[in-house]
Nanobody, 123 residues
Framework: QVQLIESGGGLVQAGGSLRLSCVAS????????MAWFRQTPGKEHEFVAT???????YYGASVKGRFTISEDNAKNTVYLQLNSLKPEDTAVYYC?????????????????WGQGTQVTVSS
């Protein structure tokens, strides 16, 4: 079973940037649909971005145009570039893996979660 380890979170001022990384071990990245979700206390997971096994990319409405998801199959790593950050982007960001042939925009299709990395955006 694949394991996912995120890194790259931190504290940043509004308007700043961060890059999150998610390294997959125990499996090949190209065998899964990969996604990023985020969660704030008391709320459900919010879909952020996903890349399908065929390379199609989708974004949540609140991050489209500011965040970019990408993969490096040689490093078995998926990235999330966060630009033009806003205080409302503050959350724990989770890397997720799902069935290769699904579009991973809902938690129901996720079979593996990372441990999460905290992103805090100050105003």
């Amino acid at each position: 079973q694949v394991q996912l380890i995120e890194s790259g979170g931190g504290l940043v001022q509004a308007g700043g940037s961060l890059r999150l990384s998610c390294v997959a071990s125990g499996g090949t990245l190209s065998s899964y649909a990969m996604a990023w979700f985020r969660q704030t206390p008391g709320k459900e997971h919010e879909f952020v971005a996903t890349v399908t096994w065929s390379g199609n990319i989708y974004y949540g409405a609140s991050v489209k145009g500011r965040f970019t998801i990408s993969e490096d199959n040689a490093k078995n790593t998926v990235y999330l570039q966060l630009n033009s950050l806003k205080p409302e982007d503050t959350a724990v960001y989770y890397c997720a893996a799902g069935d290769q042939y699904r579009v991973l925009t809902t938690v129901e299709n996720v079979h593996t979660w990372g441990q999460g990395t905290q992103v805090t955006v100050s105003s």
